[in-house]
């Protein structure tokens, strides 16, 4: 039986085996060392085939395929490198195998080793928006919703700042000035009230921006707020102006009866006047 040029020699001498120093590894160690170790070996002619094989990761995150390994002693030890590749990507753990097949005139004594590759390539945190206008009223509740794109990993702090314009502080209210993310969230909503008080007064003009101090994320983007003019104060009514008094009414009858006095009181002094006589 051949093997990539060599022939197998009827019969097999010795053990040969592969080890480890670990089976975790992340991208940034460079390389993975490996051991391998022989004794009993009558053959000169013997060999050793070590390969790697994919069970999740590709060719961008190792750089060995196989290799052929002479064994001209009767005992002795290599060391081989498998060189690790440092990518960009956001992966899971994944996984290979390494181990020793083929053997030309030696027997094999380890089973394949399942080495765990980490990345060190996390999911960004995501940067947190907010956008649009809002035209609304006194007495009405609005909905704010703050976005977080571009990832979720991690918490973030959202402040919400107001920047009045023709509005003052006396005119809203919000459920929180400040938003907390936290891992996987991708949405935080934010109930703004517009109060409804009784003073007359005009278009109310006011907006909505939010910022963060997080070095891995962003905040950006603001609402535009207009609250329609409010509570017109009541029309004043004209104060009841007192009637004039109908001179032909209760001022005639008063001085109609002055009169029949007087006429009553002549007629009673000429009849006495007229019986003295």
Do not use: C
Request: hydrophobic share 30%; proline share 3%.
């Amino acid at each position: 039986m051949t093997f990539n040029g060599y022939v197998e020699p009827i019969s097999k001498s010795g053990q040969v085996e592969l080890s480890v120093l670990n089976d975790t590894y992340e991208e940034t160690d460079g390389s993975l060392t490996i051991l391998i170790n022989w004794n009993g070996v009558e053959n000169p002619y013997s060999s050793i085939e070590v390969y790697t094989k994919n069970i999740t990761t590709d060719s961008n995150d190792i750089a060995f395929d196989k290799r052929r390994i002479e064994i001209n002693t009767a005992s002795g030890s290599l060391t081989l490198e498998i060189e690790l590749l440092d990518d960009d990507l956001i992966e899971e753990t994944e996984t290979f195998e390494v181990g020793l097949r083929h053997p030309v005139g030696v027997n094999l004594s380890s089973e394949p080793k399942v080495i765990s590759l980490f990345s060190n390539d996390l999911e960004p945190k995501g940067n947190v928006q907010i956008s649009g206008s809002i035209d609304t009223n006194e007495g009405s509740v609005e909905t704010l919703t703050l976005a977080r794109i571009g990832g979720t990993r991690g918490v973030i702090e959202v402040d919400l700042i107001i920047t009045l314009d023709t509005a003052s502080q006396n005119d809203y209210e919000l459920s929180s000035d400040t938003v907390t993310f936290q891992d996987g969230e991708i949405t935080k909503d934010v109930s703004l009230t517009i109060i409804d008080d009784t003073l007359e007064e005009g278009v109310e003009r006011f907006s909505i921006e939010i910022s963060t101090s997080d070095q891995e994320s962003s905040a950006s983007g603001s609402v535009s707020v207009t609250v329609s003019a409010s509570d017109s104060q009541p029309t004043s009514q004209p104060e009841a102006q007192p009637q004039p008094q109908n001179e032909s009414g209760g001022g005639s009858i008063g001085g109609s009866f002055i009169f029949l006095s007087i006429i009553m009181f002549a007629r009673r002094y000429r009849v006495r006047q007229f019986s003295k006589t």
